[in-house]
């Protein structure tokens, strides 16, 4: 069988969390018997070519020339026309609503779609943005780059007709299917949960290779310190601004504690405009994976405080690489982990506000937690050892492809 994957972003890992799913799946999924060849049509964001870390002869990678609409130039077009027309009976499936206009213009029919996120979550993320962004000190400069006209004039037409019209529809979360059902009308039954997995491979590699890790440490923390690690964009729906009021109040209390944000911020001059408020904080910026998962080696503690998530993968990193962690039990997090046995879970309050509903985090519930694992090591150890099974089990590739395989229709 012949698979076609539509995807805006593949390599580098590091640019999104689909990118990440998907670089993962492709790696996987040409070691598969049954897959012929695997055909990934994405987006040259740099006009440049990439260096790719996947090398196999079942595997082409195909880059579009990028622009803001994402049309195709006729040399693209014909290239994917080409390609459909050879391999009739090709699993085609999309994975970014930015192409889904492409299903259209190439008269793909037979398509599958797997739903990262859609315009109904990225509602409700710029209705808590206008909300709450301007009563904290740090993120109330920061100007709203998303407009619930613009979501809904661009997207909301074509993701309803590409759901329509699609063979099936994936949702990465139950909470994402919930919203596909609800918002969307889409027959339940032609909705299907499959998380996303964790590729143990390449997470153990790392791991394995990873041979000074008292040396990498001490690039971010003295070793009388405990790192608590917060991994993920520095963006509002992060949850950000509510941890880093929480760290505030958990330096008068412990003071060799250290917190690592990993990952790209948007507005770090306004972070720095107030950084002198904040002890022992440290941010990384945008770095690689591999540091990525480095940090998760190193660190004593995680915290994934998000008020909007439409999964979560951050999650399931942590617990596996064996941190214990406190995660709010919001939309797909939920899926993410077993309270109290796997992490601590996190409650995000929320109300309406002129039929919006609007979510907030207390600080102090998130010292409370944080406060509880700091001084319960047994407890620790225990979830630890919960968590990884957890994760082993719940959210392995064997189990990922096996529902994938089902919805393909391909037999084992």
Known sequence: MVLIIFTTNFYPYNFNGVATYVSDLVDCIINENDIEKVFVITINYNNKVEDIEIKNSK?????????????LTDDDKNYIL???????ESIKHFHSR??????????IKDYFVTVHNCVYNDLMVDSNKKENLYDNNIFYEYSLFKKRDFLLKNYLDVEL?????AKMIIAVSNYIKELIVKYYKICESKVITIHNFINLLKLNKINELFDNKNFFRKKFADDNEKILLFSGRVVYEKGVSFLLKAFNIINKEITNIRLIIAGRCEFFHMFFKNYK???NITLTGLISFENIYKLYCISDFGIVPSIVEPFGLVSI?????????VISYIDGLKDTFIDGKTAISLNVNSYEFEGITIRKIDPNLIVEKLL?????????DEIKKNAQNFIKNKFSYENHIKLLKYIWNIKN
């Not at 930015?98 to 008269?107: A, T, V, Y």
């Not at 509880?372 to 620790?380: G, I, M, T, V």
């Open 59 to 71: 595997l082409t990678i195909y880059r579009c020339k990028y622009n803001n609409k994402f049309e």
């Open 98 to 107: 930015e192409l889904f206009c492409w299903i259209e213009k190439l008269n």
């Open 372 to 380: 509880f694992l700091y001084k319960n090591k047994e407890y620790c």
């Open 317 to 325: 990193e942590m617990q596996y690489f064996g941190l214990p962690s």
């Open 161 to 165: 007709e590409t759901y329509k019209n």
């Open 82 to 88: 080409n390609i459909l027309e050879k391999y009739p």
């Open 277 to 279: 408020y904040y002890k």
